[in-house]
């Protein structure tokens, strides 16, 4: 991973996950399941959304004061199949308290948003899914992957492009995310996943992330391939019941 090619605003993200360093005791999780909250939502008739709980980040302007938990609720409430909750607390306003509050809150599981570089930060909070960076952590997949199974995480590998997904692949990955927004340049075109998606496996669940806002956005993501879509901002600003409801009711 060359750092120099990145955004000024993911070189402070990266370095500051590596001062954080790592986490508690040893976590082990009993996991509920991300491909079957899909599942269920769509036997429900809704478009699978996981919905982002997230305070603030570099990319977005201002910032959320609702108590999170309240978030939640009200994005479950709306529909979302599963949550994503960011712990990273240096530029996202996350905190590994957060996500414990939320997970004992909610029923769909929750996806640990953060930028993992090392194994022992696994340890930080229990969750039901962990995101790796297949761009950050490099050869250290596998045995992230391996780490994360090993403690009773499931695991979002997010990629950006088809050799990413070969990586992922290669690393025993059955939930692949395509971000649509690049880490070098934090510019997001809709049409990274179109291109990419067709290099994951059938058989993975497969995510779509980033720059999705509108119902045409969803719509697009799905006719690509899109097993479900992760939506932070679109839902975060503004009513997150309505807009978590409007997103998880597109017509296809």
Known sequence: MNTEEMAPAVRSI????????????RVSVAARSLPAAFAAAEADGRVPIIAE??????????????????????????????????????????????LRRVREAVDVPVLRKDFLLEEAQLDAVAADVVLLIARFVGDDLPRLVDAARDRGFQ???????????????????????????????????????????????????????SGIATDDDVSRMRRAGADACLVGSAIMDGDVRENTHRLTHVSE
């Open 14 to 25: 990266l370095d500051a996950a590596r001062k954080r360093g790592a986490g508690g005791e």
């Open 53 to 98: 709980v997230k305070p603030t980040s570099p990319t977005t302007d201002g910032q959320r004061d609702d108590d999170p938990v309240d978030l939640a609720e009200e994005m479950v409430a709306g529909g979302a199949a599963a949550l994503s909750v960011l712990t990273e607390p240096d530029h996202f306003g996350g905190s590994p308290e957060t």
């Open 155 to 209: 695991v979002l590998v997010e990629t950006h492009s088809r050799a990413e997904v070969a990586a992922a692949v290669e690393a025993g990955a059955d939930i692949v995310g395509v971000n649509n927004r690049d880490l070098a340049a934090l510019e997001v075109d809709l049409g990274t996943f179109e291109r990419v998606a067709p290099a994951v496996p059938d058989d993975a669940t497969l995510i779509a992330e």
